[in-house]
Every structure is written in structure tokens, then in C-alpha cells.
């Protein structure tokens, strides 16, 4: 069990346009779901902790209005990306964690690409 | 401020040889320490975390309060541990979620 899913897992969008990736915990509710991004041969960052419910929690240095995040339920988040731009190119991951344990399992990723 | 290092991007060993990678970190509360793998094209997993002080696929990692440490050890390298891995720090920030930070990764590659 614990599986978590992202879709799309590639997308290509013109600069100026809105994407939305999905995040969904399969087969277990997940209270609180992250959203990493990570750059080619670096690390993960953490962007913005969601919780279900209420708004999201954003990392230093994140703009709120440009990565917009809804956790509507116990199993899906959402996080767009408005009006993208070619450095907002990256791959986004999420991780979700069962409720109650400290745990996070993490989705397989979704690379965007912005022309 | 948290922040987690890895002072090794590449670590290189020959398979059956014992393997460290060396994880510090800075938190001024009790923190949560992870180690995370990622295999080659493959989500990230947690392998292990310090408070169930268990050990997985032969890998052990004690928390060292005293040199703020967490490192991951595994007495007999074997080539399918050749992955990237990360340690993370978790310090709680409110009721609901993790403040986590990961470090920057060290990649091993164990050779035949």
C-alpha cells in the first residue's frame, strides 16, 4: 500500500499558459501533502506544504499566486503553475503523508517543459 | 535555520567493501532524521528513519546528537544498492505538517 500518483507525468506548455498537476493518494488518506521541485543533478526543495481543508503553507522565496495549491480532499492536491514561464521549466514531485504517522510517500513526478 | 549536508556527491566502492555516507545537519530543536533512496528511474522511497532504529537492506543509521550526525552505514556494499540518496531533516512546525529538508544527495555507485 501507500501509493501515490501525479499526472501528467510530462508536459510541454507555451509561456503564458496555466498547467495543473495532480497528486493523488491511492490507497490511503493523506492529510498533508507536499510539493517538492527539483532542478537537474540537484536536490529536492520543498515548496509548499497543503493541507487538507485549509490553505496552503508556502516556503520562502515561492509565489503563492504563480504556484496555486488546492487540497480539496484526503486524497488529491493540486498545484498550477500560472502564467508559466520557460524558467519555471523543472520537474515537480509530491509526497503525501498518512494521516497520522510521519511518513511521506512520494508520486513519480511530472516534468514541464515551457517553450 | 535547518540545513542538512552531504559532503560527498559521488561515492565510489567496490562491491562487498563497507560503505558510509556521511550526513550533518543543523536544527536547534530535537529533530527528525530520514534517509531517503532513489534507484535509477525510480520514485524516491524512505529506506530509514532514526526513531524505529531499524535496519533495511542491511543499511544502519545512528543519530548522533553530540555531532548533530546521521550517518547511513552498511558493512557489505552490494551493486544493487548503486542509487542516489538522500537524508532529510524533519523539524516540526505546526499541528498539521513537516517542515522537511533534504540534503543535497550523495550518489554511490558500487562496482563489480
Known amino acids: 500500500g501507500a501509493v501515490v500518483s501525479q499526472h501528467p507525468s510530462r508536459v510541454i506548455c507555451k509561456s503564458g499558459t496555466s498547467v495543473k498537476i495532480e497528486c493523488r493518494s491511492l490507497?490511503?488518506?493523506?492529510?498533508?501533502m507536499f510539493w517538492y521541485r527539483q532542478f537537474p543533478k540537484q536536490s529536492l526543495m520543498l515548496m509548499a506544504t497543503s493541507n487538507e481543508g485549509s490553505k496552503a503553507t508556502y516556503e520562502q522565496g515561492v509565489e503563492k499566486d504563480k504556484f496555486l495549491i488546492n487540497h480539496a480532499s484526503l486524497t488529491l492536491s493540486t498545484l498550477t503553475v500560472t502564467s508559466a514561464h520557460p524558467e519555471d521549466s523543472s520537474f515537480y514531485i509530491c509526497?503525501?503523508?498518512?494521516?497520522?504517522?510521519?511518513?511521506?510517500?512520494f508520486g513519480p513526478g511530472t516534468r514541464l517543459t515551457v517553450t | 535555520a535547518q540545513r542538512v549536508t552531504q559532503p560527498e556527491k559521488l561515492l565510489s566502492v567496490f562491491k562487498g567493501a563497507p560503505v558510509e555516507l556521511k550526513c550533518n545537519y543543523s536544527y536547534s530543536g530535537s529533530p527528525e532524521l530520514f534517509w531517503y533512496v532513489q534507484y535509477s528511474r525510480q520514485r524516491l522511497q524512505l529506506l530509514l528513519r532514526?526513531?524505529s532504529r531499524e535496519s533495511i537492506k542491511g543499511f544502519t543509521a545512528d543519530l548522533n546528537k553530540g555531532e548533530t550526525s546521521f550517518h547511513l552505514k552498511k558493512p557489505f556494499a552490494q551493486e544493487e544498492d548503486s542509487a542516489m540518496y538522500y537524508c532529510?531533516?524533519?523539524?516540526?512546525?505546526?499541528?498539521?505538517?513537516?517542515?522537511?529538508?533534504f540534503g543535497p544527495g550523495t550518489r554511490l555507485s558500487v562496482l563489480p
Open positions: 532529510a531533516l524533519s523539524g516540526g512546525r505546526d499541528n498539521y505538517g513537516q517542515n522537511f529538508v
Open positions: 490507497d490511503f488518506q493523506a492529510t498533508t
Open positions: 509526497s503525501a503523508r498518512r494521516t497520522g504517522t510521519y511518513e511521506q510517500y
Open positions: 532514526h526513531i
